[in-house]
Nanobody
Framework: QVQLAESGGGLVQAGGSLRLSCAAS????????MGWFRQAPGKEREFVSA????????WYAASVSGRFTISRDNTKNIVYLEMISLKPEDTAVYYC?????????????????WGQGTQVTVSS
C-alpha cells in the first residue's frame, strides 16, 4: 500500500507559478513510477505528467510541455510538479498517482494508488 498526499495548490493569477508536492508514505516510493493528473469541472481526468522510478525519464501532455516540470526526491519520498506560465485552462483538481509496473503510460487506469487531490485555480 502507498498513501499519497498532495499539497501546494491555491489561487494564482494567469502567468503565475505554483509548485505542487506529493508526499508518499507506506511502501518505498522509489518502487513506483509517479504521475500527475488533473480534472476540471465537467471534464474527464486527464494526464499531465509522469516520471520514472528513479527520475531518469519524464513525459508530459502537450498542453503543459515547456511550462510544467516534474521531479522527484526519493530520499524524501516526494514528487513535485513545478508549474509556470499558468493559464486559466490549467484550473483543475490535481492528483498524484503511483504506478507499480513502471510502464510509460498516460492511462489513469494503469495507476494503482491515488491521492485526494489539490485545487489549482488560475484567474484571468
Amino acid at each position: 500500500q502507498v498513501q499519497l498526499a498532495e499539497s501546494g495548490g491555491g489561487l494564482v493569477q494567469a502567468g503565475g507559478s505554483l509548485r505542487l508536492s506529493c508526499a508518499a508514505s507506506g511502501r518505498t516510493a522509489s518502487r513506483y513510477a509517479m504521475g500527475w493528473f488533473r480534472q476540471a469541472p465537467g471534464k474527464e481526468r486527464e494526464f499531465v505528467s509522469a516520471i520514472s522510478r528513479i527520475g531518469d525519464s519524464t513525459w508530459y501532455a502537450a498542453s503543459v510541455s515547456g511550462r510544467f516540470t516534474i521531479s522527484r526526491d526519493n530520499t524524501k519520498n516526494i514528487v513535485y510538479l513545478e508549474m509556470i506560465s499558468l493559464k486559466p485552462e490549467d484550473t483543475a483538481v490535481y492528483y498524484c498517482a503511483a504506478q507499480f509496473s513502471g510502464t510509460k503510460t498516460s492511462d489513469p487506469d494503469e495507476y494503482d494508488y491515488w491521492g485526494q487531490g489539490t485545487q489549482v485555480t488560475v484567474s484571468s
